[in-house]
């Protein structure tokens, strides 16, 4: 049992361990033994160890609605009070977990992955930044910290994103990562401030308080829940800002795996899980059909894609998606659930797929091939035989996110299900949410096996390349082992075992709060609703995953269908989302173009006409006058004034000379004149 | 007739003749001259105050003592004279104002 001080202290060593990792590794990394790595796992182990008591804890209290707060004042002007704060409860201790977790493993994974990279210590340092970044958002108890953290989390994956920023590529996608998160941060700022206009205060708990009180509402709380959603969408990765989710890849794979899979696109769906009780039900309508949109066409563009790391990328938004949806439904503890989940299997496929796309690299680098794409699905097939850890891990990791029982996916993935299920029994009109949900778990399950057949199973398509695959050593095996592991149903489910009901400590621990805005259901009817739409879901979705993985064995494993010879019949379509859907495309041309010539007209006022004639004349204008004033200055003032002072010192000077003769006679004179003088004042 | 008046006059005029001498003389010993009238206008007032003005012995004791002076002076500034004469070779003090750069 630990006192409410111990958390406070648990969580500063949580927050800020990483952050002097990273000061150590950013200042001194280049002269530390192994550039600082150490320094760097040293500190997310013990970060981890700290996240693991502090399970530990939560275990030993069992109780659902443990909730501690430490906050000190930070800014204090009167009206405006700004402060700092944790609020630590069951949600916070399960997500710090899972970062420090993902982070550890990260951490270990690239130790051989990024072995010889140019900025290893820079890169370590990177990391320690975004942990002590992200685990500043998970800590936080009011919104500007918060959004402090949310917007430091965007920097690092900048950062990050763009480590080999020799590669243009790298360069550019850092650029569009930042620049998209930005249009949803400008929401997110906007909700904010709505919030703070109306109730006064950044803190969750006051959030609540003064939205139950009714000091905002109506259109007025939509819009502010809308702003803040729109942190999520940038954040998270959602239709429409999604399109720096899949260029992202061009960072490290580890740090697709922490950032761009488990944890920082997840904030998104943390931060709409938190603040889940003051969402009013028309943005909650809205946040529904974003993430269910998002689920099946991010989907819907991941079968065609050819790139490992893109499909897991698209997937990722896809998931991401489904989470926002139960966030939407009002299920929002089966989205966190399910965050929990894919935040394992999610990352334990990006370690695959960053130990195939090692393997690959390193096997081209050996036949000197410098233009074969290591991460191209088309280049591989038959790797199981060579990479055997890595192909169990992936597949397991793989089962899980499909849906298949006995993995976590299965139990998270059902929650959401039946939880939109449950909502579209409720409002038959938004039936369209529950085909987003069925749909996208049956298009998950076809691409995901359509990933691991290309790349594990069926012949080698180069064969010189295959020759030279071969398994990673074992700090890259650890983190995929460990991490499959934690993809069996049972980990979520203690203390019970059954495999088919989500039932377990964390639905005893994590209790689904009331929404604090009249009008919506409360936990315990979405609750009822859950519960009777669940076997229902459960068939449903086992239905679909079955069809999606059936559909993929056929057409991958035993090519009794041939993929070609659909994209041919489906060929609009399947350009369609070969080009995902021409989404960069379009945005250049309605977006930037249109923007850019704006920009370039406005240049033009700027500069042609107001810099030219406007700025330049003012320059001109002052120029003239200053000749003006800099010939009174120097004639007037500096030759008559200043100089006659002079002259006619030197003159009077001259003239008193002339006294000066020489002659003692004269002086004598002189002498005897001033007697004389003073003889006469005397007599007068 | 025989008051102080009158001998201080006569000093007066002494002296005034001696320094218009003084003042306005180019030749150095003309000068030297000058200075001999201003100190026995002087030594002319002495001996009257000594007379009339109860100065009594001091009035002829300071007379002798300038008289001293007086002769020394001029063994002094003759040599000075001289040696002027041996630099300049003149003795118009016009020319000679070294003072004078």
Not at chain 1, 220 to 240: D, E, H, I, N
Not at chain 1, 286 to 302: E, K, N
Not at chain 1, 461 to 477: A, L, N
Not at chain 1, 615 to 631: M, P
Request: charged letters at 10%; glycine letters at 8%; hydrophobic letters at 50%.
């Amino acid at each position: 049992m630990m006192t409410g001080n111990i958390i406070t202290d648990f969580s500063l060593l949580i927050l800020f361990l990483p952050l002097v990792a990273f000061t150590i590794n950013i200042f001194f990394g280049k002269r530390l033994p192994r550039q600082g790595d150490w320094v760097s796992v040293g500190a997310i182990l013990i970060t981890l160890i700290l996240s693991l008591s502090l399970l530990i804890n939560m275990f030993m209290n069992w109780d659902s609605n443990f909730s501690h707060e430490a906050k000190m004042s930070w800014i204090d002007l009167g009206a405006f009070k700004i402060e700092l704060g944790f609020w630590v409860d069951n949600i916070t201790i399960v997500m710090l977990v899972v970062v420090s977790l993902i982070s550890s493993m990260t951490h270990i994974f690239s130790l051989e992955y990024m072995k010889g990279d140019v900025r290893y210590n820079r890169y370590y340092a990177y990391l320690g930044l975004f942990t002590f970044s992200m685990n500043g958002i998970v800590l936080a108890n009011n919104l500007m910290s918060l959004y402090i953290f949310w917007e430091l989390v965007g920097v690092s994956s900048y950062l990050l994103i763009g480590h080999w920023f020799e590669k243009h590529s790298a360069a550019d996608a850092s650029k569009k990562a930042f620049l998209t998160n930005r249009v949803g941060d400008i929401g997110f700022f906007i909700g904010i401030m709505l919030m703070f206009t109306a109730i006064g205060s950044f803190n969750f708990q006051e959030l609540f308080t003064g939205v139950s009180q009714g000091m905002i509402g109506g259109t007025l709380l939509t819009l502010a829940g809308v702003g803040l959603f729109m942190g999520a969408v940038g954040k998270s990765s959602q239709f429409p800002l999604h399109i720096w989710l899949p260029d992202a890849m061009e960072g490290p794979t580890p740090v697709s795996a922490l950032m761009h899979a488990a944890t920082m696109v997840a904030a998104g769906v943390y931060l709409t899980v938190r603040l889940f009780p003051l969402f009013s039900p028309e943005a909650l309508t809205i946040i529904a059909y974003v993430g269910g949109f998002t689920a099946l066409f991010a989907a819907s563009i991941a079968i065609t894609q050819n790139d490992i790391k893109k499909v897991l990328a698209y997937s990722t938004v896809s998931q991401l998606g489904y989470m926002i949806l139960a966030v939407g439904v009002g299920n929002y503890v089966a989205a966190f659930f399910h965050l929990l989940t894919h935040a394992m299997f999610k990352a334990c496929l990006f370690y695959g797929s960053g130990s195939v796309i090692h393997a690959m690299h390193h096997s081209l680098h050996d036949l000197h091939d410098h233009d074969t794409d290591p991460q191209d699905m088309r280049n591989m097939g038959g790797f199981k035989s060579k990479m055997p850890i890595t192909n169990w891990t992936m597949t397991i990791a793989t089962l899980a996110i499909a849906g298949v029982p006995f993995f976590s996916g299965f139990l998270s993935k059902d929650a959401i299900l039946a939880g939109t299920l449950a909502y579209v029994q409720h409002h038959p009109q938004h039936v369209l949410l529950a085909v987003f949900g069925f749909g996208a778990a049956a298009i998950t399950a076809f691409y995901m096996f359509r990933l691991i057949f290309m790349t594990f199973h069926g012949e080698p398509k180069m064969p010189k390349v295959f020759e030279g695959i071969h398994e990673s050593p074992k700090v890259m095996t650890f983190p995929l082992v460990l991490l499959a592991g934690l993809s069996f149903f049972l980990f979520y489910t203690l203390p019970y075992f059954n495999p088919f009901s989500d039932h377990g400590w964390f639905t005893e621990l994590i209790k689904a709060t009331n929404s604090v805005v009249p009008g919506n259901p409360t936990a315990a009817e979405i609750y009822e609703g859950v519960h009777h739409a669940h076997y229902l879901a459960m068939g449903l979705s086992l239905a679909v995953a079955a069809l999606g993985i059936g559909l993929s064995y056929l057409m991958y494993m035993k090519q009794k269908l041939s993929p070609e010879a659909w994209a041919g019949k489906m060929g609009f379509l399947y350009k369609l989302s070969l080009n995902k859907y021409y989404f960069d495309e379009n945005y250049n041309r309605f977006l930037y173009q249109p923007f850019l010539k704006l920009s370039r007209a406005v240049a033009y006022v700027d500069w042609d006409l107001y810099d030219k004639y406007f700025i330049n004349g003012f320059g001109r204008v002052t120029n003239v006058l200053s000749r003006l004033t800099g010939r009174m200055d120097y004639d007037g003032l500096d030759q008559t004034l200043v100089d006659g002072v002079g002259r006619s010192a030197q003159g009077l000077g001259k003239q008193l000379k002339k006294v000066q003769t020489g002659r003692l006679q004269n002086y004598m004179l002189f002498a005897l004149i001033g007697v004389i003088i003073i003889l006469i004042v005397q007599a007068i | 007739m025989a008051s102080l008046s009158s001998y201080l006059l006569v000093g007066a005029v002494l002296f005034s003749l001696g320094l218009y001498g003084v003042v306005t003389r180019r030749n150095g010993v003309a000068v030297l001259m000058g200075v001999e009238l201003i100190l026995n206008a002087a030594n002319v007032n002495f001996l009257a105050f000594a007379r009339f003005g109860g100065m009594n012995m001091a009035g002829h004791v300071y007379a002798l003592f300038v008289i001293v002076l007086a002769a020394a002076e001029a063994a002094v500034a003759l040599a000075i004279i001289i040696n002027i004469f041996n630099n300049f070779n003149t003795i118009n003090v016009d020319e000679v104002s070294e003072l004078k750069q």
